[in-house]
């Protein structure tokens, strides 16, 4: 079935550090790559989404990048400040599915003080 | 204010106990999902909904039962629930059926002992 690898499951970084998290995808008709993030007790919500015919989006200290022939994206997040630990999980639309999404399993992003 | 409700939020119960999660938005989605977030799995989808009347197998739908008689209320029922359906469960809702972003209720924790 399809798959979406994302990496680190962990990572921790250093207040003003960057952090950037991967993913990648197996559904080469996915074209739709959204970030959610996750914090302690809530919901899931949406932080920056990209389509396929974009290469790169920025939206303030985040941004994410795409490479459609890789089926590889990515999610960068400049001067990280510690209300940005969450977890954080990439997702792809599954071709064809109308709009249903298949979600990586994660990434615990720690920024310390 | 635009919201998904999960009801309950917390909930132990027994083996074989019949129990129904509620879900309702305000916001006249025509697509809702649930989904079960597990420890290292991410978010795995159980069943999804088009509009009423349409529902549709997720990646683990075994187990649980859906209905979706009107467009605000997405309900999920466990008839016989076991140990292994102890999760976190998110049901989540979005406009029209084309790629777009999801939005989460806070969530339903289960445990069935």
């Known amino acids: 079935g399809e798959n979406v690898e994302q990496h680190p499951s962990t990572l921790s970084v250093q207040e003003g550090d960057s952090a950037v998290i991967k993913c990648t995808y197996s559904d080469s008709a996915s074209n739709y790559f959204p970030w959610y993030k996750q914090e302690l007790g809530k919901g899931p919500q949406l932080i920056i989404d990209i389509r396929s015919n974009v290469g790169e989006k920025k939206d303030q200290r985040i941004a994410v990048t795409l490479n459609k022939t890789a089926k590889h994206f990515s999610l960068h997040i400049t001067e990280t400040q510690p209300e940005d630990s969450a977890v954080y999980f990439c997702?792809?639309?599954?071709?064809?599915?109308?709009?249903?999404?298949?979600f990586g399993k994660g990434t615990k992003l720690s920024v310390k003080p | 204010e635009a919201q998904v409700t999960q009801n309950p939020r917390y909930l132990i119960t027994v083996t074989g106990k019949k129990l129904t999660v509620t879900c309702s938005q305000n916001m006249n989605h025509e697509y809702m999902s649930w989904y079960r977030q597990d420890p290292g799995l991410g978010l795995r989808q159980i069943y999804y909904s088009m509009n009423v009347e349409v529902t549709d197998k997720g990646d683990v739908p075994e187990g649980y039962k859906v209905s979706r008689k009107e467009k605000r209320n997405f309900p999920l029922i466990l008839e016989s629930p076991s140990p292994n359906q102890t999760s976190l469960y998110f049901c989540?809702?979005?406009?029209?059926?084309?790629?777009?972003?999801?939005?989460f209720g806070e969530g339903s924790r289960l445990t069935v002992l």
């Open positions: 989540a809702s979005k406009y029209g059926l084309a790629a777009g972003e999801l939005f």
């Open positions: 997702a792809a639309s599954i071709g064809g599915s109308q709009g249903n999404l298949i």
